[in-house]
């Protein structure tokens, strides 16, 4: 009986949390539909400019994210299936795990070990040059870095522009207040306020673009340099086992 009065306790603290929060939620959107509705046609542009910086870096994002989630389990999957004995079949890898570069990468080099192995007349069954084998996956492996990259640049541009949009609006904001005020003819704090806060949304809105993207750019720079370490030492275990395998 004690421990369903806690947990029915517990409930309505959870709702009166909820309550207040969502509550607080409504008066800020409130507030800010009146700021922005109360800007000037410059800070209007200004923001919608920030509004399609924010939305195709949050697209970026997400996109990126749905991207090295299934490349880190695909990869997990080949590894397996590669170190397990042998040299597996590239259609069978490329069915298990076809989202992960190693795959591309396999495939390149078993190509060029075929290749090696089947010249001569009767072929030797030997490879001729290691090294080649190791320059054709490191070809691919650029490949695939190159287009984990794809969009990243969009969001370091993101990242250092948006700020300075913002401070953009927020300067032509201040003046247009001031202005405002010389024509007035009052000085009072009373009279400037509504004119600065208003003109601070941009600046406000400016940071909120920049944030995300700088912290996934950082993120997902650091996983596509750790992806591209994995690559280099994928391509030298590769020509190790088949040097091994061909000697």
Known sequence: MCYGSFGLERGFSFIRGSTIFGIAVLLFEGRLETLILQTGWVARIVLLILLLFSVVSWAVIFQKWALFG????????????????????????????????LVRMYEAGVHEMQAQLSTGNPPSGKLKNPH????????VSAEEVRGMEKWMPFLATCGSVTPFIGLFGTVWGVMDAFS??????????????????????????GLFTAVPAVIAYNHYLSNI???????????MEFVSKIETMYS
């Open 132 to 139: 080649a084998i190791e320059v054709e996956m490191h070809l």
């Open 180 to 205: 405002g005020l010389g024509e007035a003819g009052s000085a009072t704090l009373r009279a400037v306020a509504p004119g600065i806060a208003e003109a601070l949304v941009t600046t406000a809105a």
């Open 225 to 235: 340099r750790g992806i591209a370490t994995r690559l280099d030492n994928f391509a």
């Open 70 to 101: 299934r490349l880190e389990s695909h990869s997990r999957k080949f590894l397996q299936m590669f170190r397990a004995g042998g040299l597996p079949d590239p259609r069978t890898v490329r069915a298990a795990a076809s989202d992960s570069p």
